[in-house]
């Protein structure tokens, strides 16, 4: 008996085997396939944030800085040799200067083989505040870190997309329902300005809800616009002016509510 069971242990042997090799098989190209997805994440947020730092430093200057005080403000994002040729700049006098105010990141494209397009926006300050758009060519080398390969692409300024109001695809609520919900989203846009404490807002927003008031940091002034869409819960758009408490300036603010309807009385669920 003992030797006609060898045969067959040899073949769940072989079987176990093969089963194993084939999970491994199909186990490894996901394994790599995440490697290789991690990696290219990297290599990305690498290329932005080199693109970012570099246009901040190389679109900031001054008619009072020399070029090595520029040069040494480039030289961590260029490569050694052309520290020259990026830093290159002549002011029309000592007195002009500009300033970034902001770099924003607005698109990437893969070249190939560790190489990148940076599309960025910057606002910059000379005098007078201004939006440049610019493409940043970026080399990466995970191990070593990332570098600019040229100078930037100047482009024409973009505008920016007309996107619907996302409450602009529901139908809009009966004017009944608006003219009855009017009172209490004043009633709450006011308490949220003046109130301090999440509890006195407990007549304007659902009690399985919490939102935070502003505590008296801006003043209420008034509603000047409210649409109202859908059929209950209510996406609603308010439209209203309020005064900053410190300063006396008074500037437009627009809150996206979700409200919904209870008893005749309406409840604020969630801002945003």
């Known amino acids: 008996m003992g030797l006609r069971l060898v045969p067959r242990i040899l073949?769940?042997?072989?079987?176990?085997?093969?089963?194993?090799?084939?999970?491994?098989?199909?186990?490894?190209?996901?394994?790599?396939?995440?490697q290789q997805a991690e990696q290219m994440m990297l290599?990305?947020?690498?290329?932005?944030?080199?693109?970012?730092?570099?246009?901040?430093?190389?679109?900031?200057w001054s008619g009072?800085?020399?070029?090595?005080?520029?040069?040494?403000?480039?030289?961590?994002?260029?490569?050694?040799?052309d520290v020259a040729r990026f830093s290159f700049l002549q002011p029309a006098g000592k007195e002009t200067k500009q300033t970034v105010l902001a770099v924003?990141?607005?698109?990437?494209?893969?070249?190939?083989?560790?190489r990148y397009t940076v599309r960025l926006r910057a606002v910059v300050l000379n005098p007078a505040r201004s939006i440049w758009y610019v493409e940043v060519p970026v080399g990466v080398r995970p191990e070593q870190g990332a570098a600019v390969m040229d100078l930037p692409v100047l482009l024409p300024v973009q505008e920016p997309p007309e996107l619907p109001d996302e409450g602009q695809a529901e139908p809009?609520?009966?004017?009944?329902?608006?003219?009855r919900m009017r009172p209490s989203i004043e009633g709450f846009l006011k308490a949220m300005c003046a109130e301090a404490v999440p509890g006195n807002l407990a007549n304007y927003v659902d009690s399985d809800r919490t939102l935070i008031p502003l505590q008296g940091r801006v003043q209420w002034?008034?509603?000047?616009?409210?649409?109202?869409?859908?059929?209950?819960?209510?996406?609603?758009?308010?439209?209203?002016?309020?005064?900053d408490a410190a300063t006396g300036t008074v500037f437009p603010q627009v809150w996206k509510l979700r409200v919904k309807e209870d008893n005749q009385k309406f409840f604020v669920q969630s801002i945003g």
């Open 172 to 179: 809009h609520a009966a004017s009944e329902v608006k003219l």
């Open 43 to 60: 290599e990305q947020q690498m290329a932005i944030s080199t693109a970012a730092n570099f246009i901040r430093e190389w679109m900031t």
């Open 64 to 81: 009072e800085e020399t070029s090595e005080e520029r040069g040494g403000r480039l030289k961590p994002y260029v490569n050694r040799s």
């Open 221 to 243: 002034v008034s509603l000047d616009d409210m649409q109202v869409y859908g059929s209950g819960p209510y996406t609603v758009r308010a439209m209203f002016t309020v005064r």
């Open 11 to 34: 073949l769940w042997i072989m079987l176990t085997v093969s089963a194993l090799g084939s999970i491994s098989l199909w186990i490894r190209p996901e394994a790599e396939e995440s």
């Open 104 to 114: 924003e990141f607005v698109s990437l494209q893969r070249q190939g083989n560790g």
